[in-house]
């Protein structure tokens, strides 16, 4: 069987059809169904890994289907199609997000045969060079780990960093990485933190798992990029020692008392200045106790670390709470980035918070880059920093090294 299935759902068979040749014709195996429940009985019994819903159908809605979807974990990449215009479509695509669905992307009807070709392939790709296949994408459900899984998964130091590359928008030079954590599970396979980082959230073990992946990180960064110390400029030099290495962290890391004795001592032990590290927390995290937020995120400050906005313009937050708490970064979200090139509305909102965070001395990065068009767009909004699978996807360690010190030999070969 390939790991390229796609399950159409869509009540005019035309429709279906047409999307069953154009995905044959990219190497997909395809089930069409008509009706929400036919639907879901191939979901259970053949797990696609990528799914095709239109928006509007008479028996349900799509918008039920995504809900349902989302509550059972489904992890196949969904294209939502229909032909309601492009701003209702979206909202739908934001709304499945929201509820943690992998979008791989909208198909406003009528679409060409490119169109529908493009997202298949470009989502039937992800994670190619990270270093393993994501098992997670054609995982049909992940509601049966456990805590005791879990725990037993830390034990065995399972959770790995992959590293994704993130650069200054004007020159492309390599500003630092973003730390994001994978579980190589022997027995699930190579999993995603969409499939456990909510469970390790309710369970307590989001503690113990934040400080070995910030002992990961920090000892990576640390242990340096290999670079010829004889040939190796200053200037190069100087770069790698100001990279800087982004960890998410969970609103529940922010009542973890001893964190930042936690974080200074490894810091100290890998020999990584404070300032290369960059705690990256959602608006919704920060704001959960503002209080302690503040006391917590002005220490880390005082320490010298960097703290970064995430996934903004998503989340509930005032802007009198963004003004009050010391961030030094703001990232925009990607279901904005990612839309930039064909929505006008997302166009607004980046320039409006690369505006506000520059407004506030902030600095600001934009994930989610995916073309070139994208990339010129933040450019001339003098956006700060890019990260996104155009630059590159994120890598094993040694990967993310390579593509480190590549970057680097580019840059000073003035290329
Ligand atoms: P995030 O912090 O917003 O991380 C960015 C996510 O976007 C990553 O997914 C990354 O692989 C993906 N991404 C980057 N560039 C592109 C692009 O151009 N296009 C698309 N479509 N996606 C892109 P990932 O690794 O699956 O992480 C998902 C989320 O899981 C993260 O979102 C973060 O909230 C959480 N997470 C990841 N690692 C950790 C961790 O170590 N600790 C905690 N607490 N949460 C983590
Ligand atoms: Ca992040
Ligand atoms: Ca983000």
Redesign the pocket.
């Known amino acids: 069987m390939t790991d390229k299935r796609l399950l159409i759902l869509d009540d005019d068979p035309l429709i279906g059809q047409t999307m069953e040749a154009i995905a044959r014709s990219v190497g997909f195996e395809v089930v069409i169904t008509l009706q929400a429940a036919e639907f879901f009985r191939q979901l259970d019994g053949w797990g696609p890994s990528h799914i095709a819903i239109d928006l509007v159908m008479p028996d349900m809605d799509g918008v039920e289907v995504l809900v349902e979807l989302a509550r059972r974990g489904c992890n196949a990449h969904i294209i939502i199609s229909s032909g309601v215009g492009s701003r209702v479509l979206d909202a739908a695509a934001r709304s499945a997000k929201e509820h943690g669905l992998p979008i791989a992307g909208v198909l406003a009807k009528p679409f060409s045969p490119g169109d529908l070709r493009e997202l298949l392939v470009k989502s039937g790709s992800v994670s190619g060079s990270s270093g393993g296949q994501l098992a997670a994408s054609t995982d049909r459900s992940f509601n049966d780990i456990t805590e005791q899984e879990l725990a037993v998964a830390l034990e065995n130091h399972e959770f790995e960093l992959v590293y ?1 590359p993130k650069v200054f928008c004007t020159n492309g030079i390599l500003a630092g990485f ?4 994978r579980w190589n599970s022997p027995k699930r396979g190579l999993l ?3 499939a456990f ?1 909510s469970l390790a959230e309710t369970s307590g073990l ?1 503690r113990p798992m ?1 400080r070995e ?1 910030i002992r990961m990180g920090i000892h990576w960064l640390g242990a340096g990029f290999d670079v010829d110390n004889e040939t190796t400029e200053s200037s190069c030099r100087q770069r790698l020692a100001d990279l800087t290495l982004s ?4 609103a529940r890391s922010l009542g973890d008392t001893e964190f930042i004795d936690f974080v200074v001592a490894e810091c100290m032990r890998a020999g990584v200045e404070t300032s290369c590290l960059v705690f ?1 927390l ?1 608006e919704t995290s920060a704001m959960e106790d503002p209080v302690a937020s503040l006391d917590l995120l002005t220490r880390l400050r005082m320490k010298g670390f960097k703290l970064s906005l ?2 903004f313009g998503t989340g509930y937050s005032s802007m009198l709470q963004l003004v009050r708490l010391p961030f030094s970064e703001i990232k925009v979200d ?1 279901s904005f980035v ?1 839309t930039a090139g064909r929505s006008e509305e997302s166009r607004t909102v980046i320039r409006s918070i690369v505006e506000l965070g520059h407004s506030l001395g902030l600095q600001a990065t934009a ?4 073309d070139e068009e994208t990339l010129s767009f933040l450019r001339e909004t003098g956006c700060d920093m890019a ?4 630059l590159s ?2 890598l094993d360690s040694e990967r993310a090294k390579a593509w480190g010190r590549r970057n680097i030999r580019q840059s000073l070969s003035g290329k």
């Open positions: 994704q973003e730390a994001l954590v995603a933190p969409n980082i989001i934040t992946i960890i998410n962290l969970s990256e959602t995430d996934d990607k990612m994930e989610g880059v995916e990260q996104g699978y155009l996807r994120p």
